[in-house]
């Protein structure tokens, strides 16, 4: 199909968020230029963060972007609370948080959020989708992944959060377990389940949807292929096809 009539039949509520994992702005408006907010909404994480500072926000959303703030906030509850308010100074559309930093830190950070003046989504990190069992156990977490990720979302659910971060393949226990209006944010996106880059837990984009996700993070699938803008129009045309996405 055409992209320009692609463009104009999408409506600006695209499940996709694309992880612009690049280190200057350069790169990054050029990527931007390729696509446009129909098709998708754009995460900015660490790296970009901390290269180019909250300026590559005010572009993005003045480019008509929803932005997802991915700082995944873990410290005292008085330093993410500040944080937090900071964060949604800056006009995002969601923002995030570790729900290991615990249930006073999630606390004091839906505070800040209920106190801004514009009110991004809240999420929760439950485990990274790069962790297996055997990272956790490293780490001293001896229980089962998913009872760690269970643990971690309930406990983000009391604190009223608005959702989590977590693998698509964890997303309807979730629901299950809270409330199906309780978001899942999920990273760990691969076209093809052969090349995983450093994520272990996995998930195609019309499984993603199966699992009833809300929102599939996907970073090095759509800006390193070698036509991003096709790419993010197949994955979104294939996440939109009802027959595809039927849970079996
Ligand atoms: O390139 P890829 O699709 O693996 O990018 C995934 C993005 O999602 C990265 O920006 C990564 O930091 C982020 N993320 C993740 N796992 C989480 C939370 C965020 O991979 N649990």
Redesign the pocket.
């Known amino acids: 199909m055409n992209p320009l009539i692609i463009d104009n039949i999408l409506p600006k509520n695209s499940n996709i968020i694309v992880?612009l994992?690049y280190d200057n702005e350069r790169d990054v408006m050029s990527f931007v230029a390729k696509i446009n907010p129909s098709l998708c909404k754009l995460?900015v994480?660490k790296e970009l963060f901390t290269a180019c500072g909250p300026k590559i926000i005010e572009k993005l959303i003045i480019s008509g972007y929803d932005v997802f703030l991915?700082l995944?906030f873990h410290d005292i509850p008085n330093t993410v609370y500040k944080a937090c308010k900071a964060a949604a100074n800056l006009g995002v559309w969601m923002l995030n948080v570790h729900t290991s930093g615990g249930i006073k830190m999630m606390d004091m950070a839906k505070q800040a959020i209920d106190e801004a003046t514009h009110k991004p989504l809240l999420i929760g990190?439950t485990v990274?989708?790069?962790m297996s069992k055997q990272y956790l156990q490293q780490i001293g977490v001896s229980c089962g992944l998913d009872e760690q990720v269970d643990h971690l979302a309930a406990l983000a659910y009391k604190c009223g959060l608005d959702g989590v971060?977590c693998s698509a393949l964890e997303s309807i226990r979730i629901k299950e377990h809270t409330s199906a209006n309780f978001l899942t944010v999920t990273?760990?996106?691969r076209l093809d389940t052969k090349n995983s880059?450093?994520?272990t837990r996995i998930v195609t984009p019309v499984e993603a949807m199966k699992n009833k996700v809300d929102y599939m993070?996907?970073?090095?699938?759509i800006t390193q292929a070698n036509n991003p803008y096709e790419t993010l129009v197949e994955i979104y045309s294939s996440s939109l096809n009802p027959v595809l996405c039927q849970t079996s």
């Open positions: 992880a994992d995460k994480g991915d995944k990190v990274l989708t790069s971060v990273p760990g996106i880059d450093d994520q993070v996907i970073g090095r699938p």
